[in-house]
């Protein structure tokens, strides 16, 4: 018996040794399309190593938000200066409540005692965070947080990410990483956000369709809402507009909406904001820049209306 499990703990390591020599082999010499369950790409179109690189050296600002494209796409630092208040904006392309909670428990000292403007569009409530999950462990430091999102989600693809980014901090990391600020017609803005070359979109249509919502993120949600108030953080709700014809092709936003009434503070700017399809957004889902000035000029009214952004 002795000598049975003294094999089984010999191959169990000789095992381990080997999966972690092939994810290394596999993770640096393989094109991507031979690797569907490893994704690690430092840099991307969603500037997230930019933005988080930024974020350790930024000083005190008054407004953090979080999100997905639409939050990067949508939350302009710079007319929020125009009125005097400091935003950093913390979205990440496909962000799920899952990447919500490791960035705010990794950056929670930063987020302390200010305002923080979750941008719940209702489709990354859909989503399991693997493509957001792997965006952040390739684009931050890997750390507890990073097990905890990967254990969350607990898809292979994820793990194996995971590993490959623990082992490629210690051998080569990425600090030395340089991203370009200009990414084909994308350029990165300092505080977190990404401006379009201005666009527009062409008439499109979508069919009437349900969003099939996850309870487990709705339960990371409220998670990062208790660990958000226990900060002393005041929390804003904000639904970024979307295309008309995405908004009233999706038939269950209601059971969305009255959930996140019962959070706290919540706006839908698709109610609030009547905005043109064909002259404020350059694709199916994302403003573009005229879109974006209206946008966020009539956000900081509305928030500054209910005494929600400047301090009183």
Not at 16 to 29: A, C, D, N, P, V
Not at 51 to 61: A, G, M
Not at 104 to 123: C, G, Q
């Amino acid at each position: 018996m002795k000598y049975f499990a003294s094999i089984l703990f010999r191959f169990i390591l000789f095992a381990i040794f080997t999966y972690l020599i092939l994810l290394l082999i596999w993770g640096y010499m393989l094109p991507n399309a031979l690797k569907p369950n490893l994704n690690y790409m430092v840099g991307g179109n969603g500037f997230t190593n930019s933005r988080l690189k930024e974020l350790k050296q930024n000083p005190d600002v008054d407004v953090f938000a979080f999100g997905s494209s639409h939050t990067y796409r949508g939350f302009d630092p710079r007319i929020f200066k125009k009125h005097e208040i400091s935003l950093f904006n913390m979205g990440s392309s496909m962000q799920t409540p899952i990447q919500i909670k490791t960035l705010i428990k990794r950056y929670i000292t930063k987020i302390a005692h200010k305002k923080v403007i979750l941008e719940v569009y209702p489709y990354p409530f859909c989503l399991d965070g693997i493509e957001s999950a792997v965006d952040l462990i390739a684009n931050d430091r890997n750390d507890k947080h990073s097990l905890s999102m990967a254990l969350d989600i607990n898809n292979i693809k994820t793990y194996n990410t995971l590993i490959f980014g623990y082992l490629n901090d210690q051998f080569s990391g990425k600090s030395d990483f340089i991203e370009n600020p200009i990414f084909e017609n994308d350029t990165y803005v300092n505080g977190g956000f990404v401006e379009k070359k201005l666009s527009y979109i062409s008439c499109t249509s979508f069919n009437e369709m349900s969003w099939n919502y996850k309870e487990t993120q709705f339960e990371v949600f409220e998670e990062i809402l208790a660990l958000l108030k226990a900060q002393n953080v005041e929390i804003i709700l904000v639904y970024a507009p979307i295309p008309k014809v995405l908004y009233n092709a999706v038939n269950n936003q209601e059971i969305f909406h009255e959930r996140m009434e019962t959070y706290g503070p919540y706006y839908n700017f698709n109610e609030i904001l009547q905005l043109t399809d064909t002259l404020h957004f350059f694709d199916a889902n994302h403003l573009n820049q005229i879109g974006v000035e209206l946008f966020n000029e009539k956000l900081i009214e509305v928030l500054n209306g209910d005494g929600l952004l400047k301090n009183k």
